[in-house]
């Protein structure tokens, strides 16, 4: 869930079940109403569960990663002012989910850790402007289920995951 600049709280994909799904649908705070309408708003061109949603300083949002029947390396922006999905120019180098997103004081958006056949330690940026991924420097300890954050330095502090079927982390590190 990403809340947009116009207070609406812009909900997309997950799990119903049986399948993941592209669905987009809005909660308006103010009248505590959800809202889906298919003349207003398209869809994700991907389905996608347990991925990762990002309000950028534009005004879009960014969908990345995830799962559906395998490993999603694709990317999408949801633009609010036309209602439209685009895919970003490139992929993901690595198909995750279980990943975090930490959007940058540059507006650029780290993508951290998550889960590709074993807990990662990759992590990727997105540029905004270009639209691109390129990869980026490496944990030391590969996790997914963790969390990020941005810390007034610029730094992204990422704490704490899983590290295997069977192990969790309350190791710290920072980017």
């Not at 991924?133 to 969390?147: E, F, K, L, P, V």
Request: glycine content about 10%; aromatic content about 10%; overall charge negative.
């Amino acid at each position: 869930a990403t809340k947009l600049d116009n207070g609406i709280v812009l909900v997309t994909g997950g799990y119903d079940g049986s399948t993941a799904l592209n669905k987009t649908e809005f909660y308006d705070p103010d009248t505590q109403l959800w809202s889906y309408d298919t003349t207003a708003v398209s869809d994700m061109n991907q389905a996608r569960q347990l991925h990762t949603a990002t309000l950028l300083n534009d005004g879009t949002v960014l969908v990345a990663a995830g799962f559906d029947t395998a490993f999603i390396n694709t990317a999408e922006t949801y633009d609010p002012a036309t209602g439209v999905w685009s895919y970003t120019a490139n992929n993901l180098t690595t198909g995750r989910y279980a990943h975090t997103a930490t959007k940058l004081d540059d507006g650029q958006v780290l993508i951290a850790g998550g889960y590709f056949s074993s807990y990662e330690n990759t992590a990727e940026i997105y540029n905004p402007d270009t639209r691109t991924w390129s990869s980026t420097g490496m944990m030391t300890t590969g996790r997914a289920y963790h969390q990020a954050v941005l810390l007034p330095s610029g730094d992204v502090l990422v704490a704490g995951g899983k590290t295997s079927s069977t192990s969790f982390t309350n190791t710290c590190e920072s980017y």
